[in-house]
């Protein structure tokens, strides 16, 4: 029962997984933009950056990533780059806007990560690893791919640490049988406090 | 029917999958030697880039990689490198003829890594983006494996553009029921000639 | 016979494993901590470093990573990350014992990983590739992630020839029939060698 009901959120939410790509394609074209990459550079840092996360993932539970298997994972990450390529400046006067939608995103889709990876089978450890990893993944990747190193692991960055967090609180509440929407819910928000007001605080 | 003509296209090529090594290779070890790297810098190098673009396409396809199922795979990167490691200078005077045969290889080996993924029933889009991976991903790889920006992603490079190119044409005329030999044809042309173009306007 | 042993010595020596996963998370922690990253930072690169290897060697043979399967994996990575947290000064002056433990396992992890892809049906040359990337893999992640070049490809460094050369002795001793322990230790003595030898010499 549980783990149809697991199954079961995992799956049903395309919207958000292509709200994720989405957001994640249009911070990856505008890192593009401020480094002055012509249009097969942002629309390409916008597709790592979208669908890079949950590609990660689904490699390591070795399967199919769902972001070839579904092309609207694609064609929004190429939507999302098209808006960079028009609206550039706008976005980025919209700065506030991303940050905090990318803070929304940030916990609920290491929570979908992590929730995917246990219903696949895997241990409470790998599958927090998971979430992190398809939360996280696509922004390291966009700086892997551009020479960086991944903003996440350099001092002062809390936001793996706000993803954590979030990951933590719904998986320690999922155990303790709280309803799954709770869980979710809470786990969000730990993770979007966590890191506004890490941004708050400079 | 059609079908099964795309799998045997895909399936029969050892030979061009080979050259796309060897060519791969070859440029994947000059890199090496270029940097001063020693043998083990250059035969790194050279496998890398020779088999790193089917290598990234396989796993995404969910498949034992064939650069790891079949040894000539490898076999082909380390004869490209024990020729670079030879004859690095003969080769960096025919960079001519490297050019040349890349532009080729370029988009037919795009074309290939898309008909692969549409013979595993992947959708258009998603097995576009696969074939980009396959013909590009080797370059890529060798470049962040050496710490640099992949030069794909930087201004004026108009070589994924080539190759998308080629593989947009390819699939369009697939579509269109043109016979699969003209449309390999049409695509690695159009790669050919954008790319040799974009080379001769520097 | 020989294929039921082999799956037998490449499947039970976790103990082994893990203390491969142990010295790479301190030597990778340790690298987190000299370039300044906060927590998040050190237990990264500790996690990346210490399972980075056999994830890359697991993903490539289109298989359920192992460090996702058993929890003991990460749960060793996070254990070499906080003694790296509490004891960062007190390991780096044990850097000697550090280097002789990785020269050791160097050898040992590439045997267990050629082992492992000839025991899932991979030919020599694709197992002896795979023996390397299981065991020099972790570092070359630790190093792409932190915006490196991998040491391995830079002049000088005899990592990957001595990695190399315990690989092929292991290999050859395989095929000419010599018992698995002889082999196993033979390959490791290489390795090690080749690695101290390299290392006093400068």
């Avoid at 959120?9 to 505008?30: E, K, N, R, W, Y």
């Avoid at 390591?60 to 780059?81: F, H, I, K, R, S």
Wanted: hydrophobic share 55%; glycine share 14%.
């Amino acid at each position: 029962m549980t783990t149809l009901l697991r199954v079961e959120i995992v799956q049903t939410p395309l919207a958000l997984d292509l709200l994720v790509v989405f957001v994640g394609a249009i911070s990856g074209g505008l890192v593009a933009v401020v480094r002055g990459y012509d249009v097969a550079g942002v629309v390409s840092l916008a597709i790592a950056t979208g669908i890079g996360g949950s590609m990660l993932r689904d490699v390591l539970l070795n399967q199919l990533p769902v972001a070839l298997d579904n092309p609207w994972y694609l064609a929004t990450a190429l939507g999302g780059a098209t808006l960079v390529f028009f609206f550039a400046g706008t976005l980025q006067r919209m700065g506030a806007v991303v940050l905090i939608a990318d803070a929304l995103l940030l916990g609920l889709y290491g929570i979908v990560g992590a929730e995917k990876a246990i219903a696949n089978g895997l241990e409470l450890l790998p599958a927090i690893l998971l979430g992190l990893i398809t939360t996280i993944g696509g922004g390291a990747l966009r700086d892997v791919l551009t020479g960086r190193t991944p903003e996440v692991f350099e001092k002062g960055e809390l936001y793996a640490i706000a993803a954590l967090a979030g990951v933590l609180v719904f998986v320690g509440l999922d155990r303790l049988d709280v309803s799954l929407t709770i869980a979710v819910v809470a786990g969000t928000a730990v993770t979007f406090a966590t890191r506004i007001g890490a941004w708050r605080r400079g």
